[in-house]
């Protein structure tokens, strides 16, 4: 791995003296999204378009390749801006576990890859990310607690994509430690269609369980809106319901005194996009060496635990 990211290094520097030595100089960018759809993705490109905005890097020519939620995909996005030979890959939310013959692609190009909640594999310079384990450790206790350690919850989960899959296994930990709540169903979202395919999973279980639901526990905040709709279309009450990401339109539904979404986390979204711009000023760009830049392959930031009694300090 060491001698893998040492190559990564070279590569960057190697491709910042083709560039040349101004800061201004044109770049050609690929960024891979996961899922364009999902609003954590977007907000990640508002932070780092705000960015270029602001920096005036008017001559970086970004291009965006939508993976639609495959994995197939998404590797696919990633061979393809290998072989045009961009400067940079910025690649979102992502499991790059399955991409591995593409980022070696993008390696034996010279070509860095910076990832964003993707999780750090080798051939990627750096993820930026936040502690999926410690998001969902916070917002799951907080849901358990608030359910008196007891009652019935249905558990929404998502596999596919590695911050989501850990979220899910640190809330099954959790579990584990609860043994009066009871889990009446547990579900697995189609990522290809997540707010669609919960809708209609929570249609399903709120006709079959009715007022024996106390809770639900979603990987993110979309999917927990989904749940809360479904919830309120079949007339049902009382229901406590969290997600994780502290999207707006989220963290106002935590603010309503009367409303099931009992709390989220905040991501710094934005902050990443403009993490992942400044690295490739740095690093593609000025030249300097990733090592003196980053300061390690996985790099977290802060996501507060976001509830009715502090969420007014979030809008």
């Known amino acids: ?142 849901l358990l607690d608030q359910m008196g350690g007891e009652g019935n919850l249905i558990f929404f989960r998502m596999a596919e994509h590695h911050g989501t899959r850990k979220r899910g296994d640190t809330m099954a930990a959790i579990l584990k430690e609860y043994s009066g709540v009871k889990v009446l169903a547990e579900h697995n979202i189609d990522y290809t269609a997540f707010f669609e395919d919960t809708s209609k999973s929570m249609e399903d279980y709120a006709a079959r369980f009715g007022s024996e639901i106390n809770a639900v526990w979603a990987p993110w905040d979309e999917p927990a809106q989904a749940a809360i709709n479904a919830i309120q279309a079949a007339g049902l009450t009382g229901v406590k319901v969290v997600g994780i990401d502290g999207h707006p339109q989220a963290i106002a539904e935590v603010c309503k005194p009367d409303s099931m979404m009992i709390a989220t986390v905040s991501q710094p979204f934005e902050k990443m996009g403009v993490q992942v711009g400044e690295w490739i000023q740095a690093i593609v760009v000025d030249g300097k060496p990733a090592a003196e830049v980053i300061p390690a392959h996985t790099v977290y930031m802060d996501a507060p635990l976001v509830t009715k009694q502090n969420c007014a300090d979030f809008m």
């Open 1 to 142: 791995m060491t001698h893998r990211f040492t190559g990564l290094l070279a590569a960057a520097s190697a491709a910042a003296l083709l560039l040349g030595a101004n800061a201004a100089t044109a770049l050609d960018v690929a960024w891979v999204h996961s899922n364009a759809a999902a609003q954590s993705e977007q907000r990640v490109e508002d932070g780092f378009k705000q960015w270029l905005s602001e920096t005036g890097k008017s001559d970086w020519n970004v291009s965006f390749l939508d993976s639609g939620g495959s994995g197939e995909a998404t590797a696919s996005n990633i061979q393809d801006a290998a072989n045009r030979g961009v400067g940079a890959i910025i690649i979102t939310m992502s499991d790059l576990r399955a991409s591995r013959a593409a980022i070696d692609a993008a390696h034996a190009a010279n070509i860095p890859v910076f990832a964003v909640d993707s999780g750090y594999v080798d051939g990627v310079v750096v993820d930026v990310t936040t502690n999926n384990w410690a998001m969902s450790a916070d917002v799951s206790t907080y």
